[in-house]
């Protein structure tokens, strides 16, 4: 479903009828929409040259904004998206300046296993438009699993957030607006789950 969320939110009907995943990965914006979820996701990404193939974690495959590890002979020919086990949950959350054809202001894919118990496990959270290119916040991700989602103190999920991003960017002119933001979001994208979490319980 977060791939979904994600791709119903990209540019326009005629621009979704176009555009494609390859394309939305091998161009490698920092505001790709395409690219939170399938960090979180775990994909993979096959490269087919004269030579051979070769697959790399789409994490590894990124090289910085706009940039990947594509060789001049590949071609992007497979996406592989190992399927989610039971009791996952997943959200996408994007702020953009308007509501449609809207490039993310920021955004955020969560991915996260509840236990029987709701404990959070093997949680994976990835921003777009947030670091230079997007990355999991391993310290955010360490931060939400171990915790019930009968108290996890979302307050400070979202301050942790803030903070890993910060490190990760430095102070820029848009770290005002983004490190608060990127707090209401990891908390919405949160809320969200637990509440879908408690609704199935
Ligand atoms: C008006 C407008 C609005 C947009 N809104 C959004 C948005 O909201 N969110 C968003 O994420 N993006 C948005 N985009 C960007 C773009 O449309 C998407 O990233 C789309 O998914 C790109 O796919 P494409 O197939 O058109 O790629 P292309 O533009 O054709 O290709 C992008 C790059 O990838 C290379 N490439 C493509 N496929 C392969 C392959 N299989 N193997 C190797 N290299 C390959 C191309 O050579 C090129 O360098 C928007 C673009 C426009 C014009």
Redesign the pocket.
């Known amino acids: 479903p977060v791939l979904v969320e994600a791709a119903y939110?990209?540019?326009?009907t005629q621009?979704r009828n176009?555009?494609?995943?390859?394309?939305?990965?091998?161009?490698a914006?920092p505001?790709?929409?395409?690219?939170p979820p399938l960090i979180a996701l775990k994909a993979e990404v096959e490269?087919t040259s004269g030579k051979g193939k070769r697959v790399l974690s789409l994490e590894e495959f990124l090289a910085g904004p706009y940039k990947t590890k594509?060789q001049a002979n590949?071609?992007?020919?497979k996406i592989k998206i190992p399927l989610l086990g039971d009791n996952y949950y997943t959200d996408f959350q994007k702020i953009?300046r308007r509501k449609a054809?809207?490039?993310?202001r920021l955004s955020l894919a969560l991915v996260t296993k509840i236990d029987k118990e709701g404990i959070f496990q093997d949680t994976r959270v990835v921003p777009g438009s947030a670091t230079p290119y997007p990355q999991s916040l391993p310290e955010t991700e360490k931060a939400v699993n171990g915790k019930s989602v009968l108290n996890v103190d979302l307050e400070e999920i979202g301050k942790i957030t803030s903070k890993e991003m910060v490190s990760i960017t430095g102070e820029r002119w848009s770290t005002p607006y983004k490190k608060p933001t990127i707090a209401v979001l990891i908390k919405r994208a949160l809320e969200k789950i637990i509440k879908e979490a408690k609704t199935n319980d």
């Open positions: 939110t990209i540019g326009s621009i176009r555009g494609t995943i390859g394309g939305n990965i091998v161009n914006s505001a790709a929409d395409l690219l490269l594509i590949e071609l992007l020919t953009g054809l809207s490039i993310a």
